[in-house]
Structures are given as C-alpha cells and as structure tokens.
C-alpha cells in the first residue's frame, strides 16, 4: 500500500532558505503561546500529505556532539 506522506530534509544549520515559512506556520499553529524556535539552528524537516506541509521537526547538536530533537510538531 502505498503511503500519501512524504519527508523532506528542507534545512541543514545556518542556511536560510524558502522552507522556513511553511515550517513557522505549521510551529504557529502546534505552539501559538510559545517563542518561535531559532530556525538557523540545526536540520529541519518537512512532513507533507500529498502536496500540503502537515508537520516539521528540528534536530539540534549538542557541543559535546550528540544530538537532540529540538521540536516538532503536526
């Protein structure tokens, strides 16, 4: 069975790109009371359902090099 749902790595530390305006709406909507996370940071995904972006998560690296999953929401 085929899935509608597709990942896309859309962002990689420090690079700004036209991405960033579909992963703030979908923050927006998930988090409205909180701060919006700093998007120069870290990877960042896009989760789409056929064409229409429905969630995002960002991936942050520690200084000791580890990572952590710094958001993320649908």
Not at 5 to 13: A, C, E, G, I, T
């Amino acid at each position: 069975m085929a899935s509608h749902y597709k990942v896309q790595l859309v962002s990689r530390p420090g690079q700004q790109n036209k991405y960033w305006s579909a992963v703030r709406e979908i923050e927006i909507e998930t988090f409205s009371t909180d701060r919006p996370y700093d998007l120069s940071k870290g990877y960042w995904w896009i989760v789409y359902y056929k064409d229409t972006p429905v969630g995002f998560a960002g991936l942050d690296e520690c200084p000791d090099g580890t990572y952590f999953m710094s958001r993320a929401g649908v």
